[in-house]
């Protein structure tokens, strides 16, 4: 007999939207012209992401844009880092899933830490996914058969909730699954960066970002 000690968990943030923020949020997303998007890949069980200028460019969305950096500042506060001191948005774009389509496991490259943000439907659950590392503690094949290794990731199903941002690593894998109930889901996501002085400039290992 034996006792299983589950150590070592990761901390995801969540923020709460200000209501006003919410609502003209909700507003701007429905006000896209989703018939001219195409779904991801052209393939029909993908939703749609629109990724023509970034919406932390644009100054219709500054609003989003600064909530999005302050609740940045605040993880970033409570990591603790110390070689750099701002975190800022580098890409936002919107996502819109109908009924029977989902979203592909995938992480975010050239990003610090990534976000979602939930405008609307309650199914589609982002699933927080990575590999066990009893799977990783040889080289050998442990498990012949895929779909039984994947019965090892380690995964976390979240619930959608409306009005509701999440913050992650962006090297987290994720994905999300079936839309259901004639819904549509729509979210935002986001990627950041560093800005700023980097590292220490007056040792002679820094350097000066600033993102457009």
């Known amino acids: 007999m034996f006792n299983k000690l589950d150590i070592l968990p990761l901390s995801l943030y969540e923020f709460e939207l200000p209501e006003n923020i919410y609502r003209q949020l909700k507003k701007d997303c429905l006000s896209v012209d989703w018939d001219a998007v195409k779904t991801r890949g052209n393939a029909p069980e993908q939703g749609k992401t629109f990724i023509e200028n970034s919406w932390h460019n644009k100054k219709k969305y500054h609003y989003i844009t600064t909530f999005v950096n302050e609740c940045l500042q605040e993880v ?67 498990k012949l058969n895929k779909e039984i290794a994947n019965d090892h990731d380690l995964i976390y199903k979240k619930e959608p909730k ?35 002085e980097i590292g220490s400039i007056k040792n002679l290992a820094g350097l000066k970002i600033e993102l457009k």
């Open 162 to 196: 409306p009005g509701t941002l999440i913050i992650f690593p962006s090297t987290l894998c994720h994905s999300v699954d079936e839309v259901r109930n004639n819904e549509e889901r729509i979210t935002i996501g986001f990627n950041s960066f560093p800005t700023g």
């Open 76 to 142: 970033l506060t409570d990591l603790e880092f110390d070689v750099f001191r701002k975190l800022c948005v580098s890409l936002m774009w919107p996502n819109k899933s109908i009924e029977g389509q989902w979203h592909h496991t995938h992480n975010h490259g050239w990003s610090f830490l990534s976000g979602i943000i939930y405008v609307s439907g309650t199914t589609g659950r982002t699933w927080f996914s990575r590999c066990s590392e009893y799977m990783g503690i040889s080289n050998f094949q442990l």
